[in-house]
């Protein structure tokens, strides 16, 4: 199936709990979700199904190797091309990617957000906008102990462990200094009405110009 190519793919990226996703829906939101097509970088774990359950709790999904990149670009390719490309999920209780029903259809605007999406260079040359969200490091480990507990089943010192052996340090290294890549930095994510209003504003004459 192919369509008109998108006219913009938007990049948001910052820590874990940052508000990512909070963000694209509200920029989703504002603009029509019938123009927005969103891609999460979490769907393209690695897929370690093949390994024991235990083996795969030790990886380190933190790091830049954990992601199939070569499938995010392809992706994000064929979505510029005005194709259709395969819906994609991560299981994080079972630690295994899942395709799900149905398809990604390319739509005037395309929102990948993920934490390292700007430490991967092909991922920013293919981006026409690159937001970063740097939100307080309490705040998102708080948010990250919610989500993770509740959701996805986990203990309080399963979490915490991670978080201190690979969440932070990867954090500090990777994504913290991506930013530098970043058009725009937005503090508080989709709270931050301003930064939104923005975004909303840069999208709408994307549109616009097509």
């Known amino acids: 199936m ?5 006219r913009g793919i938007i990049g948001v990226a910052g820590g874990t709990a940052s508000g990512k996703t909070r963000l694209a829906r509200a920029v989703a939101a504002r603009v029509g979700p019938e ?7 979490d769907a393209y774990y690695h897929d370690p ?21 070569e499938l995010l670009v392809s992706h994000l390719d ?33 929102l990948l957000e993920g934490i390292l999406i700007l430490d991967d260079e092909r991922l920013r ?4 906008i690159k937001i ?3 939100a307080d490091p309490d705040v998102r480990v708080l948010r990250r102990l919610r989500r993770d507990i509740l959701e996805r089943g986990r203990t309080l010192e399963s979490v915490t462990r991670q978080y201190l052996e690979t969440v932070r340090p990867m954090h500090l290294e990777f994504t913290e200094p991506s930013k530098r890549y970043a058009d725009l930095i937005v503090p508080q994510g989709a709270e931050n009405q301003v930064a939104l209003d923005l975004v909303v504003a840069r999208i709408q004459e994307l549109l616009a110009d097509g």
């Open 78 to 110: 064929a979505l510029k091309r005005g194709e259709r490309v395969p819906k994609l999920a991560y299981d994080f209780v079972a630690h295994a990617r899942v395709t799900l029903d149905g398809y990604v259809e390319p739509r005037p605007i395309v």
């Open 35 to 41: 123009k927005v097509a969103i891609l999460s970088q």
């Open 132 to 134: 970063f969200i740097d």
């Open 2 to 6: 192919r369509a008109f190519p998108p």
């Open 125 to 128: 040359d293919r981006l026409d």
């Open 49 to 69: 199904s093949h390994l024991p359950l235990p083996e795969r709790a030790l990886i380190n999904y933190d790091h830049p190797r954990a992601y199939d990149g």
